[in-house]
């Protein structure tokens, strides 16, 4: 018998015990459904993770700093490659070769130095820092009050909490204790004037070497108070007063290191201690590491630890696939059940159907059909139905995060091929439990088959 | 209880010609049903052989009989045995299915078949809306769908009353002589046997007891 008979034959029979098979059905998609909302889940919690370590920029960045610099990061690399009195400066020469690597999104110096300031005709003093635009995405800035800088170069600054309840004249000892909302108020909009000492080379020809300091004053409007780390691991964020990258690159503030690397400075170009260069993903650290290095640099990162997260999501999925195919093998046995029903009640039938021809095969094919049918249709039932608990899940959480003061996530996402691989594992279970009654169907003799009443 | 082995047709030996119309006659028990199994490929013989033409059915396999069931054999049976979820149409049809027949061409093989039984007009019908008689029209215009050579039929007036039982046995024997269709008939009924079979075989406790022709019905078909 061809497919398309045996389907047809089968979709007859299964609407005539209709309220049977649709059970079954239902069975199956809740299987499905339980399946598809088990591992989306898992999906969307490791997605979720990942998202927010790549916000949080740890993972995506190398550290680049020159071999002449000997308190670099990892001493015994300098066994390797150029002595460090021959080694490249870290210039803007080299910034251009590293940000031209392909995995390399920017690269930009780690530029900061502490600085008086005055607020209010009052002194303080702190370290200050450059931050690219591209940090706005960075979940450090989550619930910052004001807005990002609005340009690379505008004369704005953006202030950390602590420092900025320093300027109210409120002091605290826990950040806890501070509220930026309500500290940002008084102070968005007005202005500080930064004072800060400019390197500035010499005018000797030759003699390029030569510098001399002059003391600069820098009006800036206060635009935004965000609640950063000063003693995070992120580099950038270690300051209490932040001022655009390129603002801060055209100060030419003097460096703290570069009174003890004057020596060294072979052009009039500004020299570098380290260099932030920011990769494309966490998986491209490694090689994008080598490359820097290949060009006489230091190098340093944090272990890629998405690496670890996957092998734990692997086992987390692994786990909820399990416990969401648990009620697949329940259908599935639901499945067995009513076929096996159908044999005793269209045995008759069965006889009839090889009195006129039917072969084994054409039996086996027909109840194939008809478990394969029951496992289609479970499936796109359990696959839109799991589609919906997870919505339901999305925005349940999404109501409690937002209560307990968090920004929305998605913590549920179905991906193309779960649709396509649940649909697939139904089918496939459900043809595996139609096994055993089709071919006790196919097995079936005629003549007592005939005889069933 | 014990397992005591019965044989329900036992050491027989029958030969049947082309386009005979053969009756096998006898009580209820008396084998001739298994015999007409065992004809039909519907059950294999423990030893023996049964040989339609050149071949051995007893040496085939279950696909091999399947096969011999679909083209060789047409049956039909005291209880109709239609499907009843289906139509008189989808009926007819069923063995062009597994025969794997176009679907294009089935509607027309079925239509053609129901019409030389006389139902053309019922095909959207259910067996259950059509009288006994009508039914069994339906499992003769199955039975015929394949063309096949010989037809069985196992009582097939038991569930009739006279005069539509009458109907369809004139419609076998018309198929017996205008298709030269070799007809086995199983009844209980002597006097029906003797109306339409050339040839009577007696059974009794699995065995042939009297085989004869039937001067009445040769003589009849001579003429005719």
Redesign the interface.
Known sequence: MKLYDSVELAARNLRESVLRNSLTTLGISVGVASLVAMLSLGIGLQQLASRRLQRAGLFDTVVVSSRRDLRSFSREQETEGPAPAQSPELDENARAKIAALPEVVEAYPDLRFIAELRFEDKPHLTMIAGLPLSSKASDGFEGMQGRFFSGDDAHEVILQKMFAAELLGKSAHNPDEINVKEIAGPLIGKQLVLRYAERESGNGGSDSASYSVISRELPLTIVGVADLDPDSMRGNFRARLFIPQKLIEGMHAMQAYESRDSTHATSNQPVYSTLVARVSGAGKVDSAEQAIKKLGFNTFSILDATKSLRRFFAILDLFLGIFGSLALTVASIGIINTLVMAILERRREIGIMKAVGASDADVRGLFFAEAGAMGVLGGVFGVLMGWIIGRAINFGTNIYLVRQGFSREDIWTVPLWLIGAALGFSFVISLLSGLYPASRAAKLDPVQALRYE | MGSATIRAVDGITLAVEPGEFIALLGASGSGKSSLL?LI?G??SPTSGSIVVGERNLAAFS??EL??Y???AVG?V?QSF???P??TVLENVE??L????VE?SKRGAMAKDALERVGLAGRIQHRPIELSGGEQQRVALA??LI?QPSILLADEPTGNLDSRTGTEVMELIRRLNESLQMTVVLVTHERDLAEKYAERLVSMGDGKVIGDQSNPARTLARGES
Do not use: C, H, K, T
């Open positions: 199994n039909a519907l059950d279950r696909g399947a096969q069931r679909r083209y049956m049976f045995n239609l499907i979820s289906m069923l063995p299915r597994f025969a794997e679907r199955r039975a394949n």
